[in-house]
Each structure stands twice: as structure tokens, then as C-alpha cells.
């Protein structure tokens, strides 16, 4: 099997403009047109958020914006969904934390 | 051997991130056939210009729609959920990612780059980045629709948006139908469809050795891409066994090119080395914190595991997904006549030439029942001829392989072969054996099988909606939308053995009032005395 291979070979894409965002502080590649979704997969994340109840991690699983699994805190903004919102250069995605508004004390 | 004409299509759903501008916050607006009215036009505001035709999502057959009406002389406005038009079926790269061959993650281009063509001939208003939230009839207009939408690309922009036409065209699209299994909330454990359209649109992968499971031809197309794409596929996980074709040669053979696309999937999928296991399923996901493995096992008639059976497989992520639900739930609220689908899914009621039970609302593709995108092509098509038929009071007319009579003889065909294949499909009552107690059957709401089988069992639940009001499954962000197929058959199932083993379930109607989540500024912004979206819509919670 190949391993070159790769979605972007497929359908022959070539940017230059890859721009950087951070996960939980941590530099993260994404390139213009990606979710923020698809640019933590493409990093090999696959968690960004802690459940309300169990605390377990989760990340995008429909992919289409209808499970609400993958919501995010981007920019200090929280329920954010990762796999509908366009990653922007400079994007500072955290782990959301339960609902994501601690500052409320709810 | 299937096909993967249900591969996601329809456009409702929300879609792709791309190409959504940046709006700057604003009181709301209004559009009209003359496009964009002024920034400033405060909403809720006395309506603008109206359209003759609101169309409600941009996938095959919102677009076939659209346009066909549109060169029938209709002011057409396309709402769409997704930066770009294409629904799932024909998600694809954002133009930033500058990808030279789009279509080699599709096996039905053309017809797509076709219909785009007409779509930029035609004078059709396309708003992309508009999730529609509800559909109510105008209350100063009668005989006309309002169509509330959100912006932006998740639809949180402080900039709601509203159209107002005499005709609505619902084409809204499915999602994907999931039954859980224990480990299926680990990261790494990702929808089929999801998996297919993360990868058509942003070109990114859930791993790099991903099994693929579930149950519908949607799941032999989601392996041909990944593998194209560089991953590894180390088995295609099939529940129901393709024998059950071989019960339904008519309505197989009067598809030879269904059949042909099945044939090429197939080979993809031997030249990859991919291995198909029917009348199986993943019973188990293994790893703390991301997947590692999967267990499969075997099951038997009744989708019921056969003990020691298991064997597993190592992997890196799952792709899972058991068939598509149409979204109805802008239909629902408007109080279309839904109908059984053969596989135990809603789908509406419609007439002959596509007209809900609603006067004034139309419906075409997934909504109608899940068909694929030829059906979805067949349908926009004819629905665009009858409205514009009925607007302007003259007989439903076109020429050729246009005419109603052949739409409609192709609509027949198409839907016949979808039935069958929903029932080769279709989940076996013994599915519920997977789970455990401890197995989480609601994902928002964290809510186990078993405190679902305590409401069962010991609180008297009969149904999917005294089960959530019980436990809160259903209650979540995504509104049962995830869970409420398994919640309604583990309901069912307290109903005698003789209910559970019958076809299937009642599965809760897709009653969701707002289709959306929508912000409580969105809804004050609403600031008409008689306006529909203060009265019986409540927001969602948090």
C-alpha cells in the first residue's frame, strides 16, 4: 500500500498558505478552508472537549453539525462547533470544560 | 451489490465551513429578489420585496429545484445551511485549498458541475452560511411563508436573517442513523458519513487505520475514499447480509447504473485489499482515551451477537453509521403529514408532483424518504416545474427527459429500488444485545443503557418521550438526533416480546420546534408584537 498517499494528493491540492493555530497552547498547522475540526484531525487530535457529567473526552463524530459533539472554546468563546467554524490564522482553540461557562458558577 | 446513491445527500443539513463571510453584527435583514436589502433594514421590520420560491438547502435536489424553477421565470432564493453548494452528497474542498480534481472523491461529478452551471446562468439568490431555525406562515401576508434563518458558518452570527416567499421547497437532506455499542463515545469513533465528509470538504483523516462499520451502502463508498486517501481499511463491517439483494432482483436489475457504481466501489475495495464481513458488527471499543481496537463478532438473524464470536481488530479510529434519517424538522413544525419508511425512519407524505399535505409546501429528495441523488435530481426537477406550474396557474409542462411523465416514471423506479434497499438495511431487533449497562446511549446528556432500561423496566416508559423526560436522553444539544432511534427501540422493547420482535419501533416524530439552536438576542430580535418566532417556539436550553 502506498504510503504516500494522502487526501490533499488525491485531489491534487497544493496550498502555501498553511497558518498556524494553537491547541491548549500548543502550535497546531492548519491550512486555509479547513474547520478548526479538520485541522486538530489532521494534527492527530481528536479530543477537544471534557463531558458535563464524566469528564470524558470527546471530539467531532458526525462531522456535519448536527451532534454537537465537537463543540469547542475558540478564541475564549465556548459551543463553538469545530467541524462547521473556518480555522483563522492565529485561532486559540482550548478544551471546553463541561458547558464551557465556569465564569457563571452554574 | 448496493450502491452508494444514499451517500449523504440533501443540503439542509449543516454543511461545510467554507466561504462564509465575516458579517459584522447587525440588527438582521432582509432579502429580496433584488438581493441583499440594505445592511440596515431593521429586522422583524415590514417585509421586503418577496421571492416566489424559497429553497431550503443546496444539495441535488434543492439545486435541481432552484434552477429549474428559476428558468421557468420564478424569483428564486436558495438557502443553504453550508458556504458551498452541494449538500453532503456533493461536499467538496473549500476553493482555498486550491484542489485541482474535486471529483476524485466523487463518482457522480458531472451532473453536479451541471447543474452549478445552470445555477450561474440562472438568477437565483443564493445565501449561503443560512441555517434555517423555522419555517411559519407570514402573519401579515396571506398565502406567504416566512423563513427564519441564522448566519454565519455555525450559525451564530448576531445577524439573523429572514426571507419571505409563496412557495417553499423543503430540501433538507438527512443525517446519519446511529445505534451505540459500548466504547462508541471514545475519540477516534466518528460517524461513516461524518468520516466521508470531513475528508470531502477539509481533506482530513480520523486515522490512519480506520474500520468502517455499521450497516448501508454508504458504508462500501466511505471506504473506497478513505482508502484512496491514504488509509489503511482493514475491514468493511456489514450487520445485515448482501444475500438480501439477491430476494429483490427486480428492483435491482431496473437499475443497471446503480449496479455499475456498486461494481466500482467493489473493485476499489478489493485493489485496497479491504475485507468485507456481513452479518457483523463492532460489539466493543477498546483504549482509554482514543481507540486502539475494535471488537467485531458475529450476529445472527436478529442482529443479536453470537457468544465468542469476538475477534479484534487494531485500528486507530471507526468509521460508524446505519443509514440515514431525513430531516423533517421544518416540515414537522409546519404540520406536514409524515409517513413509515420501510426501514423504520419518518419521511413525508407526498403528493404526486412533490406537494406536502401543506398547500404551499413542497418537498424533494431525502425528505421524501432517502433515495440517493438521483432521486433527489428527479425530484428538485419536477417539484421546480409544478410550483412554478401552480404560481403562475398553468398545467405542469417540460420536454423530453424533462417531462413530468418521465420525471415522474423515473421517480418510481428510483424509489423502489431505495425501498429495497432500506429492507436488506434495515436493523434487526436483536441489536439492543450489543449494549451494556454501562454503555452511554445518549451522548449529550451522558445518559447509560442502563438507567434507560431502570426507566423501562421499573418506571412504566413506554416511548422515546417519557424515557427522556425520565432520564434527559434525547434532552441534549443535538435533540435526540444522535440517540432517538435506539432510545425509541429500547422503549419498544418493554412493550412484549412479541412488539419488540415485529418490524419495528415507533420512533419518536422529529418534533423540534427550533431547528437549530438559536440564541435568545436572535429571538428578541424578533421585535414584531405578532411575530411567529415569539410565540410558540422556546429557546433550547443553555
Not at chain 2, 466500482?264 to 485496497?272: E, I, K, N, P, Q
Amino acid at each position: 500500500m502506498a504510503r504516500d498517499r494522502s487526501p490533499a494528493a488525491l485531489v491534487g491540492a497544493a496550498t502555501d498558505d498553511a497558518f498556524e493555530i494553537t491547541f491548549d497552547g500548543r502550535p497546531v498547522t492548519a491550512l486555509p478552508g479547513q474547520s478548526v475540526a479538520a485541522a486538530l484531525w489532521a494534527a492527530g487530535i481528536l479530543a477537544w472537549r471534557s463531558t458535563r457529567v464524566g469528564g470524558r473526552p470527546r471530539g467531532a463524530f458526525c462531522g456535519i453539525g448536527q451532534c454537537y459533539d465537537c463543540l469547542a472554546t475558540v478564541n475564549g468563546r465556548p459551543n463553538r462547533r469545530a467541524c462547521l467554524l473556518p480555522a483563522r490564522p492565529g485561532d486559540a482553540i482550548t478544551t471546553q470544560e463541561g458547558h464551557g461557562h465556569a465564569e457563571l458558577g452554574v | 451489490m448496493p450502491n452508494s446513491a444514499s451517500e449523504a445527500p440533501g443540503g439542509g443539513a449543516d454543511s461545510a465551513p467554507e466561504a462564509v463571510p465575516d458579517a459584522a453584527p447587525e440588527d438582521g435583514a432582509e432579502y429580496g429578489p433584488e438581493g441583499r436589502a440594505d445592511d440596515g433594514a431593521a429586522y422583524g421590520a415590514e417585509c421586503g420585496p418577496e421571492y416566489d420560491l424559497a429553497v431550503i438547502g443546496a444539495g441535488p435536489a434543492g439545486l435541481a429545484g432552484a434552477v429549474t424553477a428559476s428558468e421557468l421565470g420564478l424569483s428564486v432564493a436558495l438557502l443553504d445551511a453550508s458556504g458551498q453548494p452541494g449538500g453532503q452528497y456533493y461536499r467538496h474542498p473549500s476553493p482555498a485549498l486550491g484542489a485541482t480534481r474535486p471529483e476524485a472523491l466523487h463518482h457522480n461529478w458531472p451532473a453536479f458541475a451541471a447543474l452549478l452551471r445552470r445555477l450561474a446562468a440562472a438568477e437565483v439568490t443564493h445565501l449561503a452560511g443560512h441555517h434555517v431555525w423555522t419555517v411559519v406562515a407570514a402573519p401579515d401576508a396571506a398565502g406567504s411563508w416566512d423563513v427564519h434563518a441564522l448566519t454565519g458558518a455555525n450559525g451564530d452570527e448576531d445577524r439573523p436573517g429572514r426571507v419571505r416567499a409563496r412557495a417553499v421547497l423543503l430540501a433538507t437532506g438527512a443525517y446519519e442513523r446511529q445505534l451505540p455499542f459500548p466504547g462508541w463515545t471514545l475519540p477516534g469513533v466518528v460517524g461513516a458519513g461524518g468520516a466521508q465528509a470531513m475528508l470531502k470538504s477539509a481533506l482530513a483523516l480520523p486515522g490512519r487505520r480506520v474500520v468502517v462499520a455499521g450497516s448501508g451502502p454508504l458504508l462500501l463508498a466511505v471506504a473506497a475514499s478513505l482508502a484512496a486517501a491514504g488509509a489503511r481499511v482493514p475491514a468493511v463491517v456489514e450487520a445485515s447480509d448482501y444475500l438480501g439483494y439477491a430476494r429483490r432482483p427486480g428492483a435491482l436489475l431496473s437499475q443497471p447504473a446503480k449496479l455499475a457504481e456498486a461494481a466500482v466501489h467493489g473493485a476499489a475495495l478489493l485493489r485496497h485489499g479491504v475485507r468485507l464481513r456481513t452479518r457483523s458488527a463492532v460489539t466493543q471499543v477498546h483504549g482509554s482515551d482514543r481507540v486502539e481496537a475494535v471488537t467485531v463478532s458475529r450476529l445472527d438473524r436478529q442482529w443479536r451477537p453470537v457468544r465468542g464470536s469476538g475477534r479484534r481488530i487494531a485500528c486507530d479510529a471507526l468509521a460508524v453509521g446505519h443509514g440515514l434519517v431525513p430531516q423533517l424538522e421544518l416540515a414537522v413544525g409546519l404540520g406536514c403529514t409524515t409517513r413509515r419508511t420501510v426501514d423504520g425512519t419518518h419521511a413525508l407524505e407526498l403528493g404526486p408532483l412533490q406537494e406536502t399535505s401543506v398547500p404551499g409546501i413542497w418537498a424533494a429528495g431525502e425528505t421524501g424518504g432517502v433515495g440517493g441523488f438521483q432521486l433527489a435530481f428527479t425530484e428538485g426537477e419536477l417539484a421546480g416545474l409544478a410550483i412554478a406550474a401552480r404560481l403562475r396557474g398553468r398545467a405542469v409542462a417540460g420536454e423530453g427527459r424533462r417531462s413530468p411523465r418521465v420525471l415522474r416514471r423515473r421517480r418510481a423506479r428510483l424509489r423502489a429500488f431505495a425501498d429495497a434497499m432500506a429492507a436488506v438495511h434495515a436493523p434487526g431487533p436483536g441489536w439492543p444485545q450489543w449494549l451494556d449497562d454501562a454503555t452511554e446511549v445518549c451522548r449529550c446528556e451522558e445518559v447509560t443503557a442502563g438507567r434507560i432500561r431502570e426507566a423501562v423496566a421499573d418506571y412504566g416508559a413506554r416511548d422515546a418521550r417519557t424515557v427522556k423526560l425520565l432520564t434527559r436522553a434525547g434532552m441534549g444539544w443535538c435533540q435526540g438526533r444522535m440517540c432517538g432511534a435506539a432510545v425509541a427501540c429500547l422503549a419498544a422493547q418493554a412493550q412484549g416480546p412479541r412488539r419488540a420482535q415485529g418490524a419495528q419501533p415507533e420512533p419518536s416524530p422529529e418534533r423540534r420546534p427550533l431547528a437549530v439552536p438559536v440564541r435568545l438576542g436572535a429571538l428578541a430580535a424578533l421585535d414584531e408584537p405578532n411575530s411567529p418566532g415569539t410565540a410558540e417556539p422556546k429557546p433550547t436550553e443553555r
